[in-house]
Each structure stands twice: as C-alpha cells, then as structure tokens.
C-alpha cells in the first residue's frame, strides 16, 4: 500500500521511459504504442470526469472522441486537397495547423456534447446509459452513411497536422506533444474536481436533493461537467487521427464507447490517474496477449469479468491506500 | 408508387419490429425484474442463431434448427446467469455494463473459435420458400409472414403467461417488491434463472428465425442489441407492453424510413444528393423518434420510474 500521489509519480515515470527506451532500442514502435496509451487515457480522462466524480455513467463517448477525429481529418483533407470546405456566403479553408485543429474539435465535440447533454440528462440511471449510446450511434450511422467524407471506408490523411517547431512526424515529437496535452488535461481536471464546481458536482453524484436545496441545480452543473468532459474526448479523438493518420465510422462504434469506459473502470473511476493506468493496462494486455493467441478477446473479456467481480475501485484502488470520495 | 409496394414495406416493418420484439422482450424483463442491463443479451441471439445453422445443416431439417436455438440459448442463458450474472444484481449499473460487456468479448470469440471467422448460412425450409398472394396483389415472402405470425403469437403467449399465470404472478411481485416475495417464501433465485433463461431462449429464436434471411455470423447481435434497447427506452424500461409497441413503433419507421425519405427528397433536391441525404438521415430516423419520446416523456411510453 502506497500513496497515491508516489503511485501517480511511479505511472509518469513508468510511461516517460516507455519512448526512451523506444529510442535507444531503436525499435519506433514502442513510441507508438507509448502515444496510443497517453491520447486513450486523454479521452479516458474525459469520461472520467462525468463518469467518476459526477456519476453519470455516460455509454456514448464515442460520438465525441469520433466527432473530434473527423474535426482533424476533414480539415486536413480539405487544406491537403487545396479544395475550401465551404464556399459561400465566405470561404472557409482546411488547414494542416495543429494549434487551430486541436481547439476546433475540442469547440465542435463539445458544442455535440451541449445538445445531446442537454436532452440525455434529462434521464439518470439505466435511461442516461441507453439514450447516451443512443445517441452514438445515430452519429455513428450518419458517418457511415454520409458520402463526402469515405463513409464506411474512412478518410485517409496523408500526412499529420504541422505543429509550429515540430516535426510531427516524427514520433517522439508527437509523443511529446500528446504527453504534455495529456498533463494539462489531467491538471485541469484535478483544479475542476477540487473547486467549488467540482465539489458540486460530487455532491450532485451522492445527493441531488441536497445540492438542489442549497440553491445550486445539479442539472446546470452536470451538463457543464458533460460539455467539458465531451471536448477533453473530442480532443483525444483529433490527435487519435493524427495518429494513424486515419479516421473512419469505427471510431465512432460502440465498442469504442465501451473501451473508453474500460479504461477508465480498469484504472479506478474517480481517480485521477485511473484512466492513464487503465489505457496503459489495456494496451499491455491487447500486445501482450495479442502476441501469444489470436483469440485474445476471450481472454480480456476473461480478465475484466474477474476485475469487475473480484477488484472494486480498479487497479489504483487495489494498490493506493486513501479513497479520494463516495 | 403503388400502395401494394407500400403495403409491403409496411408488413416488412411489422416483421421486423416482431422480431425486435423478441430481442427486447427478454431484456426488458430481465431488467423489470432483476434491475440488471444486460449488454449481452445480443450474444444470446448470436448462440441461437450459430445453434439453429449448426443444428440445421447436421440434421437437414430448418425446425430441430429452431428447437436447437432456443434450447442452446435458454442453456447458455442459465449458464451465464448462474456463473456470473448472479453476482451482479446488487452492483451498480456501471459495473453491470463493465462485466456484460466483458462478455461479449468472450462469447464472440468463443463462437468464432468454435465456427471459424466465415459466415454460416440458415436455410428457409422449402414449406416457407417461395410468396404468397395476399389481398390487393401483394405478393409476400411466406417466410416473412411466419415469422410475424409466430411473433405475434409469442407476444400473446407472453401476455397471458404474464397476466394469467401464477409463474406471472410472481414475476409482477418481483418486479414491484423483491424483498417481499423473497419472505413469502418464493425462491427468488431460481426465479431470477427462469426469468434469465426465458428471455435468452425469445432472444436465441429471434437469431434463428434471422439467420435465415440474413447470414449467421459473430457479431450480428450487436447492432440488434442496440436497437433493443433504443425499443425498451421508447417502450419504458419494465413495460412488456412498453416493448412491443416500441419494438413495432421502431420496425415501421425504420423500414418506412428507408423506403420514404429518399423518395421524398426527390420532390426538391436533385436524385444523387436525395438519395445520399434521404439514406443519412433514414438511418438516424429512430434516435430521432427516441430522443422525441424521451423530451415529451422522460421514462417511455409506459414507464413509471426512472431509477
């Protein structure tokens, strides 16, 4: 039993080394992997948000960590293509600048996350879960259907977005910038979760009556949590095509919902760390098991079953000592 | 457009919110009774289906292939809830998802180990092959319309096992006071394994019943298992009433949907941008419906709680 602070020390240092080692080995692939794990456990910060400290167990993240991709990869294909995305009444035109991308899917994702916030927290319980991938899933089918942008098959992005005195395509320089992007999201959500906001919005999670009645409305509160929650994916969505350097309607799927969720569940909800430790775990188990049977899902489905039954609170609850709330 | 044509698409919706019904009924008692959401109840409707294919091409004959579904899916139902889901009754619901997600990994993979990544084929016994004439020259698939009579049928059955049995009785004092039934001496448990199994045999039957018209393969539960719970959301969480109207409510305008909107474009937008546009927005025609029903009533159609 450790503090969970030194834990949260030990997990940075552990992923820092990961690119490091990338490099010295000389094996590229290691630093991939490194940056898949860090843009994950962004948007697996995103729903820890709503999902640890508010509550809300929300099943269709996908649609903004999707909407987030397809803000990058429309733009770039746009400026790449020299073609405006629109041309009247004024032009408007793609671009491959990271510094106007990355905020734009963060506006986009988490304007999607106002409107479907507003009519899904309506509902709580199983209803919010269901409405919320719901949800998803209309996007998801609009993707698919929608042929401007490859629908079914995905829009290629040939090269990644240009980040002013960085070579992007260079791994280890997008790593860093992920790395950091991922730091500032995680310290923007420790300074949420310990103000007056976040406090409200715990509170929300154990007693809504109560919060009510102290002049505060729980709705307000959770569906601003919920916009912010939808642009920190949506901006893990953009860097996830930048990435792969591809975007296509399985980003959107359900199933990413569910592995966003896994993440987050597999780490410790309402931690803050959780969805770092549960995307790197995750990651470890796919290459680990991967590598040895082809029909690995069987056996993270097997794993996540005894995690659920038998390991409350996630990794970070089994080994921290403190429980942070609820 | 002729209104046989119409017709047609309509009996089409009808059979398929019929065999939504099938998928959603089960989930909605599960959920009524036991307060569990089950995301692998579309797993259930995959082992039916692989079990009628299976069944159905060693023995030559379409009905074991049934009977198969629905004893492989009742077995693998009460497998499941006596090894796992048991233990998640008295979880949240984030905990529930997590496990019932967990397990669709692994049956999805166990299939696909068990029958290989390739499609199986199920096919419609020659007695169903071929249309039949019905009023106003509408020619339709005999196979379509079994499988809405028999729809129907169960949904009758459904009914009356609910409201005339005293298996009924007990699954309606389950649903409204647990504790209550459980002191009255009434074996919660097995109750809870009955109720699991009867809904994973309707879910495994829907499957078979499909697999006939479309092709049997790892992964075809999902997308049905989401329009199951888009049903139960319309149809109010609990309702068995609530989910055949929703289940018929989404097959119609699902179908209608797809066969309407692009036609209706048409009338001012030119034929390629119609199309595109009528077949986006068809597709998302019943979250549209969904997202409607819940800003005028929040809990379903007949739902009365939200919890």
């Known amino acids: 039993m450790i503090k969970e602070n030194y834990f949260n020390i030990i997990c940075i240092i552990l992923l820092l080394s990961v690119p490091f080692l990338g490099l010295i080995l000389d094996e590229p692939y290691y630093i991939t992997l490194a940056t898949k794990v860090v843009i994950l456990a962004i948007a697996g910060a995103g729903l820890n948000l709503v999902l640890g400290y508010g509550g809300f167990v929300s099943f269709g993240h996908a649609a903004f960590f999707g909407i987030g991709g397809y803000v990058s990869g429309i733009l770039a294909s746009h400026a790449l293509n020299y073609y405006p995305i629109i041309e009247w009444p004024f032009i408007i035109e793609g671009t491959t600048q990271m510094l106007i991308i990355l905020p734009l899917a963060m506006l986009i994702s988490g304007g999607f996350a106002f409107l479907i916030g507003m009519l899904c927290l309506r509902t709580s319980g199983v209803y919010f879960i269901m409405i919320t991938l719901a949800f998803a899933q209309m996007v998801y089918y609009f993707a698919i259907s929608w042929p401007a942008y490859g629908g079914e098959d995905g829009l290629s992005v040939y090269l990644r977005n240009n980040f002013p005195g960085l070579n992007t395509m260079d791994g280890f320089s997008f790593f860093s910038i992920c790395f950091v992007l991922l730091i500032f999201v995680l310290f923007i959500i420790s300074r949420i979760v310990n103000s007056n906001f976040g406090l409200a919005l715990q509170s929300a999670k154990q007693n809504p009556e109560r919060v009510a009645a102290v002049g505060i409305e729980p709705i307000k509160v959770q569906l601003i949590a919920f916009v912010i929650s939808g642009a920190i994916t949506g901006l893990a969505g953009a860097l996830y095509t930048d990435l792969n350097r591809f975007v296509s309607p399985s980003v959107l799927s359900w199933h990413t919902s569910g592995e966003i969720m896994v ?35 069987f056996w993270l489905g097997f794993i996540l079953i005894i995690v659920v039954l038998f390991a409350k609170g996630g990794i970070i609850g089994m080994i921290a000592k403190e429980r942070r709330n609820g | 457009m002729s209104i046989s044509l119409f017709l047609e698409q309509v009996l089409n919706g009808l059979q398929f919110g019929v065999m939504l019904f099938l998928m959603s009924a089960g989930l909605t008692l599960v959920f009524g009774v036991m307060g569990l959401i089950n995301l692998a109840h579309g797993s259930l409707y995959m082992i039916g289906a692989f079990a009628a294919a299976a069944i159905a091409s060693w023995t030559g004959s379409f009905w074991l292939g049934l009977v198969a579904s629905l004893m492989a899916a009742a077995i693998a139902g009460v497998i499941v809830e006596i090894v796992i889901i048991r233990r998640l009754y008295k979880r949240d619901h984030l905990d529930q998802v997590l496990a019932t997600f967990a397990l669709i990994l692994l049956f999805s993979e166990a299939m696909r180990w068990i029958f290989g990544a390739f499609p199986l084929f199920l096919d419609v016994p020659e007695i169903l092959s071929g249309t039949l004439s019905l009023p106003l020259g509408i020619e339709y698939s005999k196979y379509r319309m079994m499988i809405i009579v028999v729809g129907i049928l169960i949904a009758v059955g459904l009914f009356s096992l609910i409201s005339k049995t005293r298996l009924g009785v007990r699954i309606r004092a389950g649903e409204s006071d647990r504790e209550m039934i459980a002191a009255l001496g009434v074996d919660i448990s097995k109750l809870y394994t009955l109720v699991f199994a009867l809904g994973a045999a309707l879910a495994g039957l829907a499957g078979a019943m499909v697999g006939a018209i479309q092709s049997v393969e790892v992964g075809m539960g999902e997308p049905v298992l989401i329009l199951a719970f888009v049903v139960i959301v319309i149809g109010g969480i609990g309702s068995i009433k609530g989910a055949l109207v929703g289940a018929i409510l989404v097959g119609l305008t699902d179908t209608l949907g797809r066969f309407l909107l692009p036609s209706f474009f048409k009338i001012f937008l030119n034929p390629s941008s119609a199309t595109d546009i009528g077949s986006a927005l068809s597709s998302m025609m019943i979250y549209i419906l969904m997202a409607a029903v819940l800003i005028w009533k929040p809990s379903g159609l007949f739902g009365n709680n939200a919890k």
């Open chain 1, 263 to 297: 993440f987050v569940i597999l780490g410790g909800t309402a931690r803050l760390f959780g969805p770092l430790v549960g995307a790197a775990l995750f990651i470890i188990l796919e290459q680990f098991l991967g590598g040895i049977t082809e029909n690995w899902q």
